[in-house]
């Protein structure tokens, strides 16, 4: 009468996600466009505008576009991925500073990447395992991102800059440049 | 000393080594689920005409999707009985329609869970409870059915805490949050009624909370009185994240009947909570809520760098800022005890305004 059957698995399966390999980095920083997208995050374009005036002050960027998601929780939509990789040559969005936000800033790095425009995602460091987990998601699990020091949304102007000081090597980094 | 009992036979360490496997795979909520095999399964597929591999609610950015056949394996690992997976499935259609779980509300700090509400015949069918202890624990269908849904955020979608799932605190209704809404002892159209189903149809409503809390009065029946305490519950500032609030507020029968009795109906109610919801511009600044972000709409201080003005500031009293956005941002259900006057403040999460499309019928279950 005792009949054994296997247990059943719970879990969901993703579709496959695409490739993990980063869209080639130009040469030089040299009259680039770089596109500045905003979470809708407070503070998002206080930082984007920071790391942005640091580029400016350090190379010979060109001009600087800046956008704004509709929604902060969820990855960028489809038309505006579209326009900015149309018209950008770079990508810098921030900030993810919350649960939702962390992991879509990163999947838009990753969408960015893989839509040929490089990019860097800004998320603050209490969402290091989120961002990592989205990363996962989207089949990108090696992914770099910029971590700045929690928090973000409660900062004056000059705790900001500070904190754009302090990850302006890592951004340099990311985007191939000299410190 | 134990005591052997008459009842079934059973191989502990067997049932032991099973549950220990599925907590050993992180597929539960920390408690221990019930083995499902293909066998158990079918009798939960049996009770719904629906196709196996229909996808009941999608998550793109999580690139998971819930299917008909998920929500029965996890309904049955939360301990449901198979005639209650209509009301799961149900569930999911309504947690489909909601605005919030869809964009990423189950990975957020604020920490919100889904409750669902069941009106309509299915409540007696299967032995949802109502009344005395509605919250509370000590019913299966209540508990099993809430527990589903947990399990396939889990299980189907990857939320796990600390993963994924960012919850700051997160809220005790996260193990599992149905509730019934006691049709027989309220005085106005149970919920799915006023949207616009039969009183035989049975119907899931979900929606995204929050805070529980509870709204004593048991020495006035007032209504003008009942509505303002329920009013400063909700206007209450420490609640405060968005420009405006919203709240699901679960009358206990005997505060519905003193607002019955006085000729309020639902609509009455509600438009009086809205007019008493208020907070002045001072007692917002006092806690640096006087101001909202740019595009969040978040509450937030004057000085901070992104701030801009409500709503309320533009208008002719800008030192009054009105908690909810109208009248509609408010949902009232009938739950719990005929035996004192308390009913709870349920905050829900998203600017509601309109009546809530995130309502489902739930299949074969009419009167």
New interface residues.
Partial sequence: MTVREKLLNPTGSGKDTGSGSLAPWPASLRGLTVGLLGTTKPNAEVLLAEIAAELKDRYDIGELRPYTKDYFGTPVKADLLDQIAADCDLVITAVGDCGSCSAATVADGILFERAGVPAVSVVSDSFLLPARAMARIQGFPGFEFIAVRHPVASLGATELRERVQDVLPDVLRIIGAAA | MSIAIDGPLADAAEIRA?ME??AGQG?TDGLPVV?????S?SEFLAATSRDPEEVLFAVP??????TVR?AA??AA?AGCRPEYFPVVVAAWEAIAREPYP????W????GTAPLLIVNGPVRGQIGLNSQGNVFGSGFRANATIGRAIR??CI????LHP??????AQGTLAKYSACIAENEEESPWAPLHVEYGLDPADSAVTALVIRSCVHMESRHTRAPEQLALGLANTIRRTGALIHETSSALVVLGPEHAQAFAEAGWGKGDVRQAIDDRAVNSRAELAAVGKEAI????R?R?PA????AIGDRASQGDTPDRVPALISPTAILIAVAGARNADVSTVIETFGVRGDAPSSIARVEGAGG
Avoid at chain 2, 61 to 66: F, P, S
Avoid at chain 2, 102 to 105: P, Y
Avoid at chain 2, 155 to 158: A, E, K, L, P, R
Avoid at chain 2, 303 to 306: A, E
Wanted: charged share 15%; with cysteine.
């Fill in positions: 099973a496997f599925y597929w083995p499902v095999t293909e066998s399964l950015h999580l690139n998971r999707e819930c998920l394996i996890n690992m869809k964009r990423g509300i990975q957020s700090t604020t399990l396939a299980s189907v979608f990857g600390h993963q994924p799932d960012q919850a972000s740019r595009h969040t978040w937030v000085s901070h760098p992104d």
